[in-house]
T-cell receptor, first 114, second 110 residues
Framework: DTAVSQTPKYLVTQMGNDKSIKCEQN?????MYWYKQDSKKFLKIMFS???????INETVPNRFSPKSPDKAHLNLHINSLELGDSAVYFC?????????????FGPGTRLTVL | QQQVKQSPQSLIVQKGGISIINCAYE??????FPWYQQFPGKGPALLIA?????SEKKEGRFTISFNKSAKQFSLHIMDSQPGDSATYFC?????????FGAGTTVTVRA
């Protein structure tokens, strides 16, 4: 009955590697988001997609590439990982773009780059 | 550049006490002010929210006070319980984007 799920929960990798984080929501929502939460717990939007269309693309390095194969999935691929990419990444969804004030967050993926 | 400033960074309150978290913003275009609650190891969850044309909103033990002229808003947790121990984020929204404050970790001592 999980609403927004992410895999993996933990990811430890070496600098320079490429990794992906997967997100799925079973709420029937049209809009999905990726957030980065740094070590000080500051939460910042990275991307949002509505019906598979990119809506928000914050000033994120182009090493980060979101991919939305369908409305229920929004995956995050990261190339050439750097130490500064270490953070907790949250996926979220909202019913629609107009409902962006109420977002449902996944449990997070803790990425550690060594 | 943080658009929403939140304080304090952390607070400790005794069970039954009142927790108060303050937030301030500059951009008058913000049109909605939600609060999110995050438990350790979990994602944030919407707790309560207010529009700028309302000065106060109460839901159970949680109350938002909003001062539009001062561009400030605050969350009051009345009769704080150990189960309220969490990190609380204020946020402000416009243009399909939430801007979060830095978070306040609340610890309620039994």
């Amino acid at each position: 009955d999980t609403a927004v799920s992410q895999t993996p929960k933990y990811l430890v990798t070496q600098m320079g590697n490429d990794k992906s984080i997967k997100c799925e929501q079973n709420l029937g929502h049209d809009t999905m988001y990726w957030y980065k939460q740094d070590s000080k717990k500051f939460l910042k939007i990275m991307f949002s997609y509505n019906n598979k269309e990119l809506i928000i693309n914050e000033t994120v390095p182009n090493r980060f590439s979101p991919k939305s194969p369908d409305k229920a999935h929004l995956n995050l691929h990261i190339n050439s990982l750097e130490l500064g990419d270490s953070a907790v990444y949250f996926c979220a969804s909202s019913q629609g773009l107009a409902d962006y004030n109420e977002q449902f967050f996944g449990p997070g993926t803790r990425l550690t780059v060594l | 550049q943080q658009q929403v400033k939140q304080s304090p960074q952390s607070l400790i309150v005794q069970k039954g006490g009142i927790s108060i978290i303050n937030c301030a913003y500059e951009n008058t275009a913000f049109d909605y002010f939600p609060w999110y609650q995050q438990f350790p190891g979990k994602g944030p969850a919407l707790l309560i929210a207010i529009r700028p044309d309302v000065s106060e909103k109460k839901e159970g033990r949680f109350t938002i006070s909003f001062n539009k002229s001062a561009k400030q808003f605050s969350l009051h947790i009345m009769d704080s319980q150990p189960g309220d121990s969490a990190t609380y984020f204020c946020a402000a929204s416009k243009d399909y984007k939430l801007s979060f404050g830095a978070g306040t970790t609340v610890t309620v001592r039994a």
